[in-house]
């Protein structure tokens, strides 16, 4: 009987060893490209994600609380732009292509389709999904503000691949869909209806390199490495 009774003592025990085991904290650094969909790119366009790329990097935490589970703090920035001539929409003539800056704080969660865990050598790669949403601040290149969106969105996939003891590597993809038609500075007015697309709000991607190194450890009783 009283074996009985320790019975879910102990499973709970190892049930918190295997879920301590893989937590960990990673800092990482990405880099990249950022590209953009809306009225000059418009997402019918079977070119829109590789149109007019730009410089994209920032830096972020990852907390793996599973081998399975992680999520991610992001601080990123991404340059986008467009032109006039990639889109069949009416531009205005004084608008024929825009540039500007996109700075990203978001939050997603990550799910590895293989065990991995960060630092252990037996976790050698595994493919993975992420989303999440955050905000977005960007200047509107028509007023020449500093505006904030919420980003609606957040869904992409990557790959994450062992490469040390401490350092760990991926590649990713993701897109952003924000809350937001005047990434560009296209505005739509009742006197110019006809100008870009009103019905769909602006995206943009981040697409690149990660290299995280793991800060601390939550598993150093019960890992080996």
Known sequence: MKRNILIPFVALFLLNVAVV????FEFGLFAGTSTYIGDYNPYDEPSSLITEPGISGGAFVRFNYTDHVALRLNALYGQISGSAENTTYFIPPTQQNFSTGVTELSLVGEIN???????????KFSPFIFGGS????FEDVY????KISRLGLILGLGFKYHISNKINGSVEWGMRATTTDELDGIYHTATNPGVGNPKVNDWYSFAGLTFTIRIRDRCSVFCPY
């Open 21 to 24: 085991k893989a937590q960990t």
């Open 113 to 123: 389709f293989l065990p991995y865990v960060a630092g252990d050598p037996e976790s």
């Open 134 to 137: 955050g905000a977005v601040l």
């Open 143 to 146: 007023t020449q503000e500093y």
